[in-house]
């Protein structure tokens, strides 16, 4: 109990796993891809904007000299600059030093990033964008520098600064919102999931501990039926295998049974006719002879009892084989009907045979089988018939060229509920007859294989009739 335990256990672990491993990296993809490209949009689209400004700013600025430059500058910052709340302006000298600052007190001081080399260094004239950590106070900032020139000479630098402190938190909050809706699916597709996977594993784990029970000897028992799934087919194979199984191992005490109750009745009369004449109780030639008389017929009965179960043995194996060869089965038939008549009539059984005038060609079939086959037959009929005192045989050529035989009996016939049993294995029905419940099973496996088919019915008027089929070959 605890091994399958584990077993489920583990079964819904390694599920939850995968699936849950799975979702969380597509989460985490997407998370990430969404956080890279916001972030770059949002960077991209302030480093445009801001060195937008900063080339509007160059393009008035350029040309003039350096004390026009500053002149203009301290006006442009105290007077005209409307964006100082976003931005600082800062005018630099050529050193990197600041000259002029929309945040005074900045002035004179070196910011030291590399946006200002770059702009000084720059022979192309345009802004030069950086972002990073403000050497002085750590913000994080995002600054854009273009160097100012009079008659291809530098005289300065424009450098504007803005904070990215809110664009950051503005990224970090819908990568927050991205990761809240993501762990929102991971929990949907968990608990999803997890049902999921209980209404497969429980229904597995009740197959198998039914299955176990039926191992353990608790045939015909029933799963009740949850799902119509795959789960659902599989608790219907497993009902029916129970039940298919409790019947096999009825009919299999039954035949045990039977079999041993046939094996005791001759047995009994074998020992005690034995001993009878061993001991010399019986002195009259005709009473011996009467005694051996049913020694032998009880020995022969024993000897086709332990053929059949033989035979049945070698079918269950798959030992069991023909040897095919061409047949006279006209013959054959009549053989064995010749061979049974003066024993029926021993018995008060009148043992008719119709012959037909039609010669049929030989057929390709194992005469040794056929002859089991009829013999089998024609016992059946007067075990569970010969109250009719009559039975009649006859063989015809099919609607469809096969070869039919018949064999009816007169007796009181199957009852219609046990027609679709009797060719079952140890099946014997009501039937009181002595045998072991075989001997059908053996015949139709022998029609079978030789393609033909065997069929049991009741005949019209009362009785019992059997109806072989066997192709001709040709």
Known sequence: ?????????????????????????????????????????YYSTMTSSTSGRVSTAVSFFNNMTESEYYQTANTYINDTFAERDRLELQFLNTDGSIRLTSYGLKVGTFPGTPDIDEALQSTDGRPVSWSGQDPSTGEHILAVSCAIRYDGTIV?????????????????????????IGMAILAMVYFSNLYFVRSIVEPVASITETAKRIAAGSYGIQIEKKFDDEIGDLTDTINDMSLKIKESEKLKNEFISSVSHELRTPLTA???????????????????????????????????????????????????TLSIEPVDIKAEFADAVYTYREFFRKEGIALNYEECDEDFPPIPADPE??????????????????????IDTAIRRGEEGEVVIVIRDYGPGIPEEELPHVKYKFY??????????????????????????????????????????????T
Request: with cysteine.
């Open 1 to 41: 109990m605890e091994a399958r335990k584990k077993k489920f256990k583990g079964i819904r672990k390694r599920w939850m796993v995968n699936s849950i491993s799975a979702v969380l990296l597509i989460v985490l993809l997407a998370v990430t891809a969404i956080s890279v490209a916001l972030a770059g949009y």
């Open 156 to 180: 300065g630098v424009i450098r504007m600064v803005t904070s990215l402190t809110l664009v950051d938190r503005q990224i970090m909050l819908v990568i927050g919102i991205a990761l809240a």
């Open 270 to 320: 074998i020992n005690g006719w034995a001993e009878t004449i061993m001991e010399g109780e019986v002195r009259d030639a005709e009473d011996v002879k009467k005694g051996m008389g049913i020694i032998v017929s009880e020995a022969r009965r024993l000897t086709n009892m332990v053929e059949e179960l033989l035979e049945f043995s070698r079918i269950q194996d798959g030992r069991f």
């Open 369 to 390: 089988r056929l002859r089991q086959v009829f013999s089998n037959l024609l016992d059946n009929a007067a075990k569970h018939g010969g109250s009719g005192k009559r």
């Open 428 to 473: 014997k029905g009501s039937s009181k007859a002595r045998g072991s419940g075989i001997g059908l099973a053996v015949c139709e496996e022998i029609v079978t294989r030789h393609n033909g088919r065997l069929d049991i019915g009741n005949a019209e008027g009362g009785g019992c009739i059997v109806t072989i089929h066997l192709p001709t070959g």
